[in-house]
């Protein structure tokens, strides 16, 4: 198993050997150094900890720069834990997009687009009662009643309504690796994936 951390930079399609049109995302993976390793005695959990994007030394506090001073990697900006127990990895190894190849199948896992407040047409595909019955001429997108009869007298727990819809963290399985790019640091993934441009997503091979 390998993980990377990475940059979502867009979405493109490309053609394959086949001829066939295939949509895609592109990301910008890696190089992520290994900042700190996590084990069973001392932490509880074997993890390794994964840094991704430069910062300044001077925007991190004095304790973190010297663990980043004894591990002798540069301080990071984003910091992500991966449970890599079939690997033995050293602090200071750095991994790239030369852990993933073409075919292989991997998770994918960032923050959604947050869509604010949204009604239940969007947030969960409600037809809507306007226009069609019970007399609504003025509210086509209206989630209509919610309330019960006298037993149990009350909205039940669950009930989906209008609320803050995306922004929440969301993985998909299984997507396919179409290209490796080690030179732009660049994975093709197939398909789309969480989260929008520029923003930060975790790849792990499964």
Do not use: W
């Amino acid at each position: 198993m390998s993980a990377l951390l990475g940059r979502k930079v867009g979405t493109t399609s490309i053609f394959t050997s086949e001829g066939e049109y295939v949509p895609c995302t592109v990301i910008e993976a890696g190089p992520c150094p290994v900042v700190a390793l996590r084990n069973s005695g001392k932490d509880g959990y074997e993890a390794v900890q994964l840094g991704y994007g430069d910062i300044p030394v001077h925007q991190v506090s004095k304790p973190v720069a010297g663990q980043y001073a004894v591990a002798n990697v540069t301080p990071k900006r984003y910091l992500r834990e991966f449970r890599l127990a079939d690997k033995e990895y050293k602090v200071g190894d750095v991994l790239s997009v030369d852990e993933f190849a073409e075919g292989d199948k991997v998770k994918v896992s960032g923050k959604s687009k947050g869509r604010g407040f949204q009604g239940v047409v969007k947030r969960h595909g409600f037809g809507g009662v306007g226009m069609t019955t019970h007399g609504q001429s003025d509210r086509p997108r209206a989630p209509g009643s919610i309330g019960m009869s006298s037993d149990p007298s009350r909205v039940l727990k669950g009930m989906r309504m209008g609320g803050r819809m995306g922004g929440k963290r969301v993985s998909v399985r299984n997507l396919e690796v179409l290209r490796v790019i080690p030179e732009s640091n660049l994975l093709l993934i197939k398909g789309g994936i969480p989260g929008a441009p520029n923003s930060i997503v975790e790849i792990v091979k499964l």
